[in-house]
């Protein structure tokens, strides 16, 4: 079993800045994945990132690839969304999902049924 708890998530203006927080704890290995997704009121989740636990692999949605990057503290076990230059249609539901074992990034990653575990989402404003 893997718990993921979401922190960081807050009203921010646009154009500012944002970190989101991803801990992980459990029964975590180096095949796990790990993927950010979102979900505005009245959408469906949409996927934002995509990482593997040894950090050799990423992928971003193009919706936020040049402004939004992910990343692994090797030292802990907590996964980072840093998010800069928000703007209004970022606002949404953060959550962070986790796979025991590697997806394809592009033709696995980006669908939520694929991914095992998830956070209960933290909350992001961009107001403009």
């Known amino acids: 079993q893997v718990q993921l708890v979401e922190s960081g998530g807050g009203l921010v203006q646009a154009g500012g800045s944002l970190k989101l927080s991803c801990a992980v704890s459990?029964?975590?290995?180096?095949?796990?994945?790990i993927a950010w997704f979102r979900q505005a009121p009245g959408k469906e989740r949409e996927f934002i990132a995509y990482?593997?636990?040894?950090?050799?692999?990423?992928s971003y949605a193009g919706s936020v690839e040049g402004r939004f990057t992910t990343h692994r503290d090797n030292a802990e076990t907590t996964v980072y969304l840093q998010m800069n230059s928000l703007k209004s249609e970022d606002t949404a539901v953060y959550y962070c999902?986790?796979?025991?074992?590697?997806?394809?990034?592009?033709?696995?990653?980006?669908?939520?049924?694929?991914?095992?575990?998830w956070g209960q989402g933290t909350q992001v404003t961009v107001s403009s």
């Open positions: 999902a986790a796979s025991p074992t590697a997806l394809d990034r592009y033709a696995a990653a980006p669908f939520p049924a694929k991914w095992m575990y």
């Open positions: 990482l593997n636990w040894w950090g050799g692999s990423r």
């Open positions: 459990g029964s975590i290995s180096s095949s796990y994945a």
